[in-house]
């Protein structure tokens, strides 16, 4: 049997959705091209910012959101992954508009968490605003007994988001350096609160960060997905 196509709903942002495509190719045990899935990749950077669209007075991004899904359903995707976690707060909308499952990566990353260290109860959150506010993390960390902890208000923007979209950011196509040493910075600071792992909860913040960097384990919900999303196309146990 073949295995399933997936599809990349992506272009939020375009360098996050290259590296979930890098991961999955990393993620499928290949010895030859043959061995890889099929993968399909639209990168829509058009659709509206998500963090701006949460917090108020942005561009309403459900219907380019819903027709790109749609593209990927008519080109033959068979499931569809979403290299952006801050949309999924419109995951139920988006999932009711076509006839294809989603996989969700907050979901998938609690169900790791859970599995790879069940010791865990408190882990440091690096996210945008956006995912902050609508609590998407803490409403799957927190009943499996993990607490979550985020910056100060002050030091999220002034880190966090800065790393993300300040000038010279990692949406900008900076991956090193000063936006680097802000996401170390903000880790630092989770880390003194008391976390016992940070995870990379915008999928902009594992283009600077990595395992190993920290003297705790960073949790990158991207590599996450793009196992599960190999296991779903090979059929391979649970997904």
């Known amino acids: 049997m073949s295995p399933k196509v997936i599809g990349i709903l992506g272009g939020m942002g375009p360098e996050a959705t290259a590296d979930l495509f890098y991961k999955i190719i990393k993620a499928t045990p290949a010895k030859e091209d043959q061995d890889h899935p099929k993968v399909l990749i639209y990168s829509n950077p058009q659709i509206p910012d998500r963090t701006t669209a949460i917090l108020g007075g942005g561009k309403d991004l459900l219907p380019p959101l819903i027709e790109s899904a749609k593209l990927l359903q008519r080109a033959g995707a068979n499931f569809l ?30 169900a790791y968490v859970r599995e790879k260290y069940p010791n865990l109860k408190r882990i440091g959150l690096l996210a945008t ?19 979550l902890l985020i910056p100060l208000p002050e030091l999220q923007e002034a880190l966090v988001m800065e790393a993300i979209y300040g000038k010279g950011g990692i949406k900008g196509g900076v991956t090193g350096g000063r936006p680097r040493e802000l996401i170390l910075e ?54």
């Open 81 to 110: 992954v979403i290299p952006c976690i801050t949309v999924h707060h419109f995951y139920r909308e988006l999932r009711a508009a076509v006839n294809l499952p989603i996989l969700h990566i907050i979901w998938e990353t609690a």
């Open 129 to 147: 605003t956006g995912t902050l506010r609508t609590r998407l993390f803490e409403r799957e960390f927190e009943p499996i007994g993990i607490d």
């Open 186 to 239: 903000a880790s630092r600071h989770l880390m003194g609160q008391g976390a016992e792992a940070v995870v990379a909860g915008c999928t902009e913040v594992p283009l600077v960060i990595k395992d190993g960097d920290l003297p705790v384990p960073v949790i990158d919900p991207t590599w996450i997905l793009a196992q599960v999303a190999v296991k779903k196309a090979f059929n391979l146990g649970d997904y």
